[in-house]
């Protein structure tokens, strides 16, 4: 690269640089457990912080587990049709295989492609529990051609084979291992093999293996990515295996994160004509957020919750970046990593019962800690003069108030989600959706005020006020199932209230129905004088009185006291990590590696430059002092100085030239690591000169 013009030595250079951006967080994630600051329990904070993060991972991934459930099934259902006339030797089969159609499944998985992965590992356990051993995983990556994808190919359903069936057999083992040809007739030899070597097998291992696996399994082959494969690889596979179908029992799953109609964009009718493809569709992942906002953020199981400025952050990332749940998770690990981390009263996160206990043993400093909480503030004002004096210097009394605050915080979570449910009941079939079709979006409005102030909530109100009989009455219906699901007594009253409407309803009905004529004309009668139907009246009942419960339970969480304790509201911190400005994130950890790093040694005043910071740093901060053409003479002059000024005046001049061949060999590397970065490029004004491409304040 630069060998021309400083020749003596030439740097390879292997790793990559890891984003800048990320070094931090790792830092906090990696050394949160070793933490030596003031704070008295930085260790039960940690173990507070992974005993949640590992509840809600299992909760997380049970999700998933049953959301892909159904999508699992019919395609297990689907290989289990392709190959079952295989196995049965008919003449259907053989019929269906004059065709030379090849069965193929399009699973469309959407524009999430980050998830992708996930999906396709627990596909193939589930494959592999249940139908065959023999699954392979494509990516266009690794198949720029059909040579690269049939070693591949014949690479991973070989060594599935080892792995699973065949340990005990050092004989095929050897063989496996020794290069092989790859070729289709090569792996139609190696299935009947495996298949014959699987029929000879004791009777208890037969039985062992018939269990999960039929006689002759097929062989899936799932493309992850579809769309990135070149049209030649595909077209040359499918027209090779089409002419072993009847030999071998192939199964073709197709990744798709567009549409389905890639598959004839890409393939020419006489490819695709050799499929015979069936359509499966995923759950999108919007409705999958929706499950794990529901399942994680709105319930009372996890005492960690989002702020309002938060979960919008991650929304908004999810909505307008990648679609991605799988990233959302993590952000939301972030945040929990994030509020152990720096929130000292963070060890109350947790169980109520294990709260209470933890309140106990709080040291006066804890109790300090307290006291200077903005809520708990408020709260010590509204308290009578008396109290106030307790709760400041009494942390015996204190402990007794915070006990009761954490429980009624509790209290305020389980009513919070019955109620805001009961609320989306109503407003999430209005027209134009006031405050939202999705219940996140009403979860948000509820945090960030008062919701009942807002000119959506008004209009609502006014739209619920115009529902005919029959969806209010399945909405207030929908409502009791809702207040009935809680565990507490606190909503029997409302229950009762509520079917108390219901029962008025069928009693106008009977009226209705009794005094048809009657109620036309007194319908006639109210609309000329303006009065209120009995139907009206009710209507307008029921709304005011849903209006009431959301005044009194869908307070913001920042109203209540010890808030700060469960909730996140540090968006910038967030947004920072996960929104990051890489030209940003870039200058601040060449110019302050300290920033990043955290050692001491590296600390140095505005404008010097520290001969103990990495070389990249060095030549950054001297690139910076230089025009539009540096001189890679003078710079190199410029970087032994900082470099060697450790050494001092009366360094051993025997040694001096070994040394230079050193410091040049790093400074070709540190200029090399900025050209990659792309700081700089080579100048074709002059050979032994740089042209530098970035400029202004970052």
């Known amino acids: 690269m630069y060998s021309e013009n400083v020749p003596r030595h030439c740097f390879t250079k292997k790793d990559l640089i890891l984003p800048f951006f990320f070094i931090k967080n790792i830092y906090r994630i990696n050394h949160f457990g070793e933490r030596k600051d003031d704070s008295e329990d930085t260790e039960l904070r940690y173990v507070t912080c992974q005993s949640l993060w590992n509840d809600i991972k299992l909760e997380t991934e049970q999700i998933q587990e049953d959301l892909n459930k159904q999508l699992f099934d019919n395609l297990v259902s689907f290989l289990r049709r392709s190959h079952s006339g295989f196995q049965e030797k008919t003449t259907e089969w053989t019929c269906q295989m004059k065709s030379r159609e090849i069965p193929t499944a399009a699973l469309v998985l959407g524009v999430n492609v980050t998830d992708h992965d996930l999906t396709f590992r627990s596909l193939s356990e589930v494959l592999q529990n249940n139908i065959t051993p023999y699954i392979a995983l494509l990516e ?29 057999d050092e004989d095929y083992a050897q063989v496996s291992q020794n290069r092989i040809r790859c070729s289709m007739s090569s792996l139609i030899n190696w299935y009947e093999s495996v ?23 097929p062989v899936v082959v799932i493309f992850k990515d579809m769309e990135s494969f070149t049209t030649k690889v595909l077209q040359d596979f499918i027209v090779i ?208 005020n008062q919701v009942w102030e807002t000119e959506e909530y008004e209009s609502s109100l006014q739209l619920a006020r115009m529902l005919n009989k029959s969806d209010l009455v399945t909405m207030l219906q929908q409502c009791v199932e809702i207040f009935v699901s809680s565990s507490g007594k606190e909503f029997d009253k409302t229950v009762e209230k509520l079917k108390e409407f219901l029962t008025q309803f069928q009693k106008l009905e009977v009226l209705c129905t009794t005094f048809f004529l009657k109620t036309l004309l007194e319908l006639k009668e109210s609309r000329r004088s303006k009065k209120l139907t009995k139907f009206e ?37 967030l947004r920072e990590h996960l929104n990051a400005a890489p030209r940003i994130a870039l200058h601040t950890a060449l110019n302050n590696p300290y920033w990043y790093l955290k050692n001491q040694a590296l600390k140095s005043d505005g404008g010097s430059i520290s001969n103990k910071a990495p070389d990249i740093c060095i030549v950054y901060k001297l690139h910076l002092e230089c025009g539009r053409l540096i001189n890679l003479v003078d710079w190199l002059e410029a970087f032994s ?32 690591e900025l050209e990659l970065l792309g700081f700089i490029k080579p100048s074709k004004q002059k050979t032994d000169h740089v042209a530098r491409l970035t400029w202004g304040g970052c």
């Open 537 to 573: 009246m009710l209507r307008f009942e029921v709304v005011d009185y849903i209006d009431s419960l959301v005044r009194n339970y869908l307070v913001p969480a920042d109203r209540k006291t010890l808030h700060e304790i469960v909730y996140f509201n540090t968006a910038s911190v």
């Open 140 to 168: 266009a990556k690794d198949c720029p051609g059909i040579k690269n994808l049939m070693q591949k190919l014949m690479g991973q359903l070989m060594n599935c084979y080892i792995d699973v069936d065949s340990l005990e």
């Open 641 to 672: 100085t900082v470099v060697m000024a450790v050494e001092g005046p009366n360094a051993d001049a025997a040694s001096s030239d070994q040394v230079d061949d050193v410091i040049h060999a790093r400074f070709i590397r540190a200029v090399s």
């Open 241 to 448: 295996s089409s002419q072993h179908i009847r030999e071998f029992p192939l199964v073709l799953i197709f990744g798709i994160a567009t549409s389905p109609m890639i598959i004839h964009s890409l393939l020419p009718h006489s490819v695709s004509s050799l499929l015979c493809i069936e359509l499966f569709q995923s759950l999108s992942s919007k409705e999958h957020l929706s499950t794990i906002i529901d399942k994680l953020l709105l319930t009372a199981r996890f005492p960690f919750k989002l702020g309002e400025k938060v979960l919008q952050v991650l929304i908004n990332i999810f909505l307008y970046h990648d679609f991605s749940v799988q990233n959302f998770i993590k952000g939301f690990q972030l945040c929990i990593v994030e509020h152990f981390y720096s929130q000292p009263l963070s060890i109350l996160c947790c169980q109520l019962v294990d709260a209470k206990k933890r309140v106990n043993s709080l040291s006066h400093n804890q109790c300090e800690n307290i006291r200077r909480l903005p809520s708990f503030r408020r709260y010590v004002e509204s308290q009578a003069s008396e109290k106030q004096i307790a709760l400041l210097t009494t942390d015996s009394y204190l402990k007794e108030v915070i006990q009761k605050l954490l429980e009624d915080l509790h209290v305020y979570h389980e009513n919070y989600v019955l109620v805001l449910r009961c609320l989306h009941v109503f407003t999430s079939s209005l027209p134009k959706y006031p405050l939202g079709k999705q219940i996140r979006e009403l979860h948000c409005a509820c945090l960030e």
């Open 195 to 217: 298949t014959k070597k699987t029929d000879s097998e004791t009777p208890r291992k037969k039985r062992t293996s018939s269990s999960r696996h039929c006689q002759s399994p």
